[in-house]
């Protein structure tokens, strides 16, 4: 599989994939998407980077381990549950924040903050499954 | 898009009321336990920082359910529902006397076990993730405990399952890896066929709210199908729980991680699988649970019986612990069969006993074990003499596992016999008793092989050695995790007022599910 | 409809339960993938099944417009497909390193937990 073509091509595929998968986190509040299929994208987008360029390779670019990402990823999804605590309702019930941006209405809700999370802990766990199990082909 | 600009009445669709921020006391132990094990998970290359952080979270958990157990007490069973959403649509989470209670304890054990490990398990251990893994296992436990949804149940019975799976394998040993392929195996087919009995019966029901299945599931014309999702959900559970038939993976694979983790499975996985089946074959099925009377009596027969003679062929004495805790299981089991007001009482207290004397036990002998550097109960010897205290505290434990007063085994197995003999099962009454024989010929070998008979002793190969006699003097993280479980078990044992009234309560909410249906949606049934 | 789903879900589960029932390891995990797929399809067939109709409210709507596919089924076969997923993954490195370290995926063979001829407890007091 590490043939010149497939080297060259492979960062641009994985950054195309990576924005991909955001917007399909991003359109998942109305339309078909989420954070989960999302996050399978960008995994899927870290294996092909994997593939071409080694294990260590993704780590690298990673910059953070990939289990640190998906505990992020469940902290952010937990802090959004909470704002409704004081607001004397019950767990999960969504906020929304809403705002014009140089003319641009713009929407921010509990819910999103809660697919980010999910897509956080999708790209950090399944990441370090993949990573173990391609590890393991190489050796 | 915000709510205010709907023209729809959103009064018909969600709650509007304001919620009292004591409410929250019941989603409080899932969501601390997610965030210590996240923080826990991102700060795992610290490894000196991990106790603590798992530490103090495990505490904040114990005190919010405290505090959770507390408010059920003072206004009855608590309901709070996802995001708002009128029941049955919202995910609800209701906390009742039993769940609240169990979550209290597991609680407890699992802070117990956090400062064990504290002193037991190895910096690559922790780096590893033991602390996030433990986290994640008590939020699995104390959402199945305070959830009000069956397909939430099973949702937090994989939390626990995944996080028990990564527990399991920590040390990478080749015993634990074989435990690990039938644990996991046998345990995941459990979950499914749970899953598949949730199907079915949302299929029958059309609801997953476990109040509105209570209502639907009574009224239901043809009563057929119902059981034959009551006996599959039997089946699953009773897989979770250890019982007889499917008992095979507990003995298989309790031995084998270690010993922290043993002790935490044997304190929580096997009463999540008990917790289950009290609450679907007595508050969502009741009929369904009277039809299967004698078979849900002779498999808790059959597992007593088991149990107890499995621990009596043992050799090695953590695998003797585990078919302790099997015995224990088929007992709880027995007071499911009975199914009367006070032999429930005694299965919730039994339960309750278990999770905290199993654990103790796991704790004592892996100490003793760690010592000794063997778990044979041909190679250990002279404890008593090195440790005179270890001997009392594990003698407490025993006797309380064996149901001999005045210690926590002792009230529920009196419960239990008396709620056999007063529905005419006194079968049922012999067999606990036998039961309890057997353990105390079984503990009491135990004790004398493993504190008394010191000196040199014999092994298998017929060579003698000589064992250690310097006095041992415990390490904090021992005493500190054995003493409040000890307490608790002696505390049970002398007052067994506070637990038994609680637990009464919780049985009580089983038997008649008004007050259950209430709390959910706010009128009676 | 109904009754062809039920029969395709019976033919799902005769074919895990007989791969299940085998003694070599990776049979048993191709068993329990399908036995996930199964209960999906269980689920999914439980809620009732209805052609073509997603349920999705059209923009400015509140309520769907006609009677639309029931979506809690499809929710659960999503939360189900994840979580058998999930662990289909961890059994796969689980079972390959019980063949890497035990040396065998023959389920008779996995003695090392339980050995066949452990030594008796002591008998007397």
């Known amino acids: ?139 | 898009m915000s709510l205010e600009k709907t023209s729809v009445d959103i009064a018909a669709a969600m709650i509007t009321d304001p919620t009292a921020a004591k409410d929250w006391l019941l989603v409080t132990p899932t969501l601390l336990t997610m965030l210590g094990g996240a923080i826990a998970l991102i700060t795992r290359k610290n490894v000196r920082l991990q106790p603590w952080i798992g530490i103090t979270a495990l505490a904040l958990v114990f005190c919010a359910n405290i505090a959770l157990l507390n408010h059920v007490l003072n206004d009855g069973v608590v309901t709070m529902v996802m995001g708002s959403w009128l029941p049955p649509f919202g995910i609800a989470f209701t906390a009742d006397p039993m769940g609240a209670m169990f979550a209290t304890f597991a609680s407890l054990v699992a802070l117990c076990t956090g400062i064990y490990a504290a002193g037991s398990i190895r910096p690559e251990e922790r780096r590893y993730g033991f602390y996030p893994f433990l986290l994640m296992l008590l939020c699995g436990v104390s959402g199945a405990f305070l959830t009000g949804d069956i397909f939430n149940l099973y949702v937090w019975f994989e939390v626990l399952l995944i996080s028990s799976f990564g527990l399991l394998v920590l040390g990478n040993k080749k015993r634990q890896i074989d435990g690990a392929v039938k644990y996991s195996l046998l345990n995941l087919l459990g979950t499914t066929l749970f899953l598949l009995a949730t199907a079915l019966l949302y299929g029958l029901v059309g609801t997953l709210n476990m109040a509105d299945i209570a209502m639907k599931a009574a009224h239901l014309e043809n009563q057929g199908p119902l059981m034959g999702v009551a006996l599959l959900f039997f089946l699953a559970f009773a897989m979770k729980a250890a019982a007889f038939p499917v008992n095979f993976w507990l003995p298989a694979s309790y031995h084998t991680p270690r010993i922290v983790v043993s002790a935490v499975f044997a304190g929580l996985l096997t009463k999540v699988g008990v917790y289950a089946l009290l609450r679907v074959l007595l508050l969502l099925l009741p009929a369904g649970h009277n039809w299967m009377n004698t078979l849900i009596t002779l498999v808790a027969i059959l597992t007593m019986l088991t149990g107890v003679m499995g621990a009596l062929a043992q050799t090695d004495v953590r695998r003797t612990i585990g078919y302790l805790v099997i015995t224990g299981i088929g007992s709880m089991l027995a007071g499911l069969a009975v199914a009367s007001e006070w032999a429930v009482t005694g299965a919730i207290m039994y339960a309750v006993h278990s999770m905290i004397a199993m654990t103790g036990m796991f704790f004592v002998f892996g100490y003793i074990g760690k010592l000794q550097g063997t778990f044979s109960l041909r190679e250990m010897g002279g404890m008593y003499r090195r440790s005179p205290i270890l001997a009392a505290v594990s003698l407490v434990l025993l006797f309380a596992a064996a149901g001999l007063p005045p210690f926590s085994g002792f009230w529920p197995k009196v419960l239990l016999v008396e709620g056999a003999l007063d529905k005419g099962m006194g079968w049922l009454a012999g067999v606990v008793l036998l039961t309890s024989i057997l353990s105390i010929i079984c503990v009491g070998r135990l004790w004398i092989y493993v504190f008394l008979r010191g000196g040199s002793q014999s092994i298998a190969d017929g060579t003698m050695v000589a064992l250690p006699q310097e006095k041992q003097k415990l390490p904090a993280t021992v005493w500190l995790s054995v003493f409040p479980i000890v307490l608790m078990v002696v505390y049970i044992g002398l007052q067994p007022d506070a637990v038994m009234s609680f637990a009464h309560k919780g049985a009580l909410t089983l038997l008649d599910p008004s007050a259950y249906v209430e709390s959910v949606f706010g009128v009676a049934p | 409809m109904e009754t062809i789903f039920s029969l395709l879900v019976g033919a799902f589960f005769a074919a895990s339960i007989y791969l299940m029932l085998s003694r070599k390891l990776v049979r048993v995990l191709m068993g329990v993938a399908i036995l996930g797929n199964a209960v999906n399809l269980l689920i999914f067939t439980s809620g009732r099944l209805l052609r073509e109709i997603p349920p999705i409210i059209p923009l400015g709507e509140y309520l769907p417009l006609e009677t639309t596919a029931n979506p809690l089924p499809q929710a659960l076969v999503l939360t189900a497909i994840v979580i058998s997923f999930s662990f289909f993954a961890f059994f796969l490195v689980l079972g390959y390193r019980a063949y890497q370290e035990l040396g065998t995926d023959d389920m008779l063979e996995m003695r090392v937990a339980e050995p066949e001829n452990e030594v008796e407890p002591p008998l007397g007091y």
């Open chain 1, 1 to 139: 599989m590490n043939t010149v073509i497939f080297r060259t091509v492979a960062p641009f595929l994985t950054a195309l994939m990576t924005l991909f998968s955001i917007f399909v986190l991003l359109r998942g509040h109305n339309e078909p998407g989420g954070g989960f299929i999302g996050g399978l994208i960008a995994v899927s987008a870290f294996a092909i980077y994997g593939i071409a360029y080694g294990v260590a390779g993704v780590r690298r670019a990673l910059h953070v381990h990939p289990m640190s990402i998906a505990a992020s990823g469940l902290l952010l999804a937990v802090a959004s549950v909470l704002p409704s605590l004081f607001l004397g309702q019950p767990t999960m019930t969504s906020q929304w924040l809403e705002f014009s941006l140089f003319g641009t209405h713009i929407a921010l809700s509990t819910p999103m903050f809660f697919d980010i999370g999910v897509y956080l802990v999708v790209v950090g766990a399944i990441t370090s499954i993949a990573l173990s199990l391609e590890e393991r082909e190489s050796d």
